[in-house]
């Protein structure tokens, strides 16, 4: 079965730091880009951080770029989140998903075919 | 940055039709992909590159793209396609969610 299961959430006071994890299960975790995306309570998905199947190509959005770092071992199937400097606003559910291209005769893309369930940071005095 | 706008809501009779817009300069020129989401549960994606369904996704479900809009249609909506939708695209090296719409089937 195609798993990804996060970890690593927790309550931590603002400017502190925080590390998830993902655990990918049933694909071959190296040939993928991978995703982290966050959900804050009651709001919509905001994309956090992409990264290539050989960490070649790293993004951020502009709301966390300098503060987060993403990363990944393929010999461990884990991708990662270091997130430093934490604020209030990065409270949300933090999910890894895979990124796949999916091709419509030569049109071609990336989407987001697997998701994990999601694991919540919560920032706060 | 790029801005992807939605309806907040969309309300549908059973078995009726559903459309949800997603607005964006130019986004014809895109791919377009949308997700559901129901409450306490991951996001899945139900339609990619515009039109296209990934396997297990009903046929009542369709998307469409054209200059500055682009459309996910539920056909014959049921009780179970009540849920939050977002549309997503690549730009400018980042990826951008739409603003979300929750879909209520009455």
């Known amino acids: 079965e195609v798993q990804l299961v996060e970890s690593g959430g927790g309550l931590v006071k603002p400017g502190e730091s925080l590390r998830l994890s993902c655990a990918a299960s049933g694909f071959t975790f190296s040939s993928y880009s991978m995703n982290w995306v966050r959900q804050a309570p009651g709001m919509g998905l905001e994309w956090v951080s992409s990264i290539s199947s050989g960490s070649s190509y790293i993004y951020y959005a502009d709301s966390v770029k300098g503060r987060f770092t993403i990363s990944r071992d393929n010999a461990k199937n884990s991708l990662y989140l270091q997130m430093n400097s934490l604020r209030a606003e990065d409270t949300a559910v933090y999910y890894c998903?895979?990124?796949?291209?999916?091709?419509?005769?030569?049109?071609?893309?990336?989407?987001?075919?697997?998701w994990g369930q999601g694991t919540m940071v919560t920032v706060s005095s | 940055s790029y801005e992807l706008t939605q309806p907040l809501s969309v309300s549908v009779a059973l078995g009726q039709t559903a459309r949800i817009t997603c607005g964006g300069n130019n986004i014809g020129s895109k791919n377009v992909h949308w997700y559901q989401q129901k409450p306490g549960q991951a996001p899945v994606l139900v339609i990619y590159s515009d039109t296209n369904r990934p396997s297990g996704i009903p046929e009542r479900f369709s998307g469409s793209n054209s200059e500055n809009t682009a459309t996910l249609t539920i056909s014959r909506a049921q009780a179970g396609d009540e849920a939050d939708y977002y549309c997503q695209v690549w730009d400018s090296s980042l990826y951008v969610f739409g603003t979300g719409t929750k879909v209520t089937v009455l």
């Open positions: 998903a895979r990124d796949d291209l999916y091709c419509s005769g030569a049109n071609c893309a990336d989407a987001f075919d697997v």
